[in-house]
């Protein structure tokens, strides 16, 4: 059970992939047989603009994408998974650097996740000669060790993360080659961009369901995104700042009370990066008309020193719940302005 729980976690928090090439040698003093080769599948983002080869035989489960995942696969044990993340590229930072940037991020995702080593970090090139940074993380998660790959790229204004992980005692050439499967020479695709989400010059736009547009302050850049989030911006000095997540709701389900529920759960995740934390309100609310909808209001000390005020509309459409969330020093009013510029029937 612990460990079922571990490799739960480990797929939804981490920027984590694997896909092995297994191959059979014969036993001493028997006679060889012929190896059994994957069957690999190729995967193709028009969105993003990035393609890979994984072996579809052995990862056979799909863990859907969400927030800055776009792509997730994994064995029916767990172990080993794929998974690739996309987001704003960091600002000031070289590719070589991203490795930094990845181990740190690892441990706030994962309360349980102890880094041991992050080891040949090296710039690479792949095989449709981008530029990539290769490294190797050792860690150990919820009690058990593990190896990954991984290698981040650039691609146009993203950070691609595409990383390998499985149990200890597996090889870390298998978690290579599929990490270095990655090609960035795939073609845009507008339609398949706007379909997942994309935000320019103060508009953001999903066709996807569920289907949304949202204008934002032209003054706000975009972020890093968190997992979860498929739209992450602010003011260049950080606050006011908003994020846009998407999560499922149950059919059958009272919707209000699911609603209620992820607000609550929303609060709990804030005691991760803050403490103070003070629920000043949450009702149901009719601002978004025919579409159900819930607010919670926020305060609380971020690493406990700066003091904040959080706003959350999470609204419902198309069986799954659409999460927009500000931070702010001030009031709230110049969020909740942007949060009633959605249009939910575009």
Not at 12 to 40: D, H, N, R, Y
Not at 49 to 60: H, M, P, R, V
Not at 121 to 147: H, P, T
Request: charged share 20%; proline share 4%; aromatic share 8%.
């Amino acid at each position: 059970m612990k460990n079922d729980i571990k490799r739960a976690t480990w797929i939804v928090f981490c920027v984590l992939t694997a896909s092995l090439f297994f191959t059979s040698a014969p036993m001493a003093g028997q006679a060889e047989k012929s190896v059994s080769v994957p069957k690999l599948e190729h995967y193709e983002d028009k969105a993003i603009g990035f393609s890979i080869d994984y072996d579809a035989d052995k990862l056979t489960k799909e863990m859907g994408d969400f927030g800055s995942f776009v792509f997730r696969r994994a064995s029916a044990e767990g172990m080993p998974s794929l998974g690739i993340t996309a987001g704003p590229y960091p600002s000031g930072i070289a590719l070589e650097d991203t490795v930094g940037h990845v181990s740190r991020a690892l441990p706030m995702m994962i309360p349980d996740c102890l880094i041991h080593n992050v080891i040949n970090q090296q710039l690479i090139e792949l095989k449709d000669g981008s530029k990539a940074n290769y490294f190797e993380i050792i860690m150990n998660v919820g009690g058990s060790e593990l190896i990954s790959a991984f290698v981040t790229a650039q691609k146009n204004d993203r950070l691609i993360v595409f990383g390998a992980a499985d149990n200890q005692d597996e090889s870390m050439e298998n978690l290579t080659a599929i990490v270095k499967s990655l090609r960035l020479d795939v073609k845009v695709d507008e339609a398949a961009m706007m379909a997942r989400g994309f935000a320019k010059d103060g508009k953001f736009v999903r066709t996807n369901s569920p289907a949304f547009t949202l204008n934002y302050p032209k003054a706000f850049q975009n972020k890093v995104l968190e997992p979860y989030q498929i739209f992450r911006a602010g003011i260049p000095q950080g606050l006011p700042s908003m994020a846009i997540s998407i999560s499922r709701l149950q059919i059958g389900e009272d919707i209000n009370m699911q609603l209620k529920r992820l607000a609550g759960a929303y609060a709990d995740g804030m005691k991760l990066v803050g403490s103070d934390i003070k629920i000043v309100s949450q009702d149901p609310i009719t601002t978004y008309k025919e579409f159900d909808a819930y607010q919670i209001q926020i305060r609380w000390r971020f690493e406990g020193k700066v003091p904040l005020t959080t706003v959350v509309h999470i609204i419902a459409k198309d069986n799954k719940a659409i999460q927009l969330a500000g931070h702010t020093l001030y009031d709230i009013e110049k969020l909740t302005d942007i949060f009633q510029t959605i249009n939910l029937n575009p």
